[in-house]
């Protein structure tokens, strides 16, 4: 993440020029937030790998909680998208201390050598979450290149309303996944087949909810969320 974020340090003049963004020192900011956001999903994946929803909860909600907070705060004191940014990341140092202080107990266990091929897993689960976000998010950076700041704006609003398909039914699968390896580990082969065919079901039906929102009444979605 360190490496990472010096390459960004270096690079951020480009890709400020390439979105058409007067002040580059916001991409620093925005690096900064990528930092956290990369150390996050360690605790949060062992909370998650324990079923331990009630903690993810809690972390999700007191982040969002402090995004909105924080973010809220530096606008209105007149530090306008410097104020959000520092929000974010605010809220994402706030979020990463509460899920390690969740895991507090485990500081305590005794340590034992593992024999664990992280890397293995790591690599494989690295670059498709790489790739997921750049294929949900790649068309957003071009239009901001190619077009307007309006045009800009209204596309990623657009966007945004799509991308609530995903979040909509995205608690199911973080709560599916860890349940069904579970099953799946203790030779439960009916039971992981059964969770997985239901938590499909039901995202699926999420999903098809959402989007018939969006057909029936999109004026009054947008005008809620915009």
């Known amino acids: ?93 706030f979020g990463l201390l509460i899920s390690i202080l969740c895991l507090y107990s485990l500081f305590k266990v005794k340590k034992e050598r593992v024999s664990v091929h992280l890397f293995s897993f790591a690599l494989p689960v690295f670059l498709s979450l790489t790739f997921m976000h750049l294929f949900v998010n790649v068309d957003v950076l071009l239009v901001k290149h190619l077009f307007s700041d309006i045009d800009a704006g209204n596309y990623a609003a657009a966007s945004l309303m799509g991308k609530l398909v995903l979040f909509a039914s995205g608690f199911l699968m973080t709560v599916m996944f860890p349940k069904v390896a579970f099953s799946k580990g203790a030779g439960k082969e009916k039971e992981s087949a059964s969770l997985l065919r239901s938590s499909l079901f039901y995202t699926g039906l999420i999903s098809f909810g959402v989007v018939l929102m969006y057909f029936f009444i999109p004026t009054f979605v947008s005008r809620m969320l915009f």
């Open 1 to 93: 993440g360190i490496v990472g974020f010096i390459g960004y340090f270096f690079i951020a003049p480009f890709i400020a020029s390439f979105l058409k963004i007067d002040d580059a020192s916001l991409l620093l900011w925005t690096g900064l937030y990528l930092l956290v956001s990369l150390l996050t999903p360690i605790p949060t994946g062992v909370l998650n790998g324990m079923q331990r929803f009630h903690s993810l909860n809690v972390v999700s909600i007191v982040g969002t909680l402090f995004k909105v907070g924080f973010g809220a705060l530096f606008v209105l004191l007149g530090y306008s998208v410097f104020g959000a940014l520092l929000g974010l990341n605010i809220a994402a140092v």
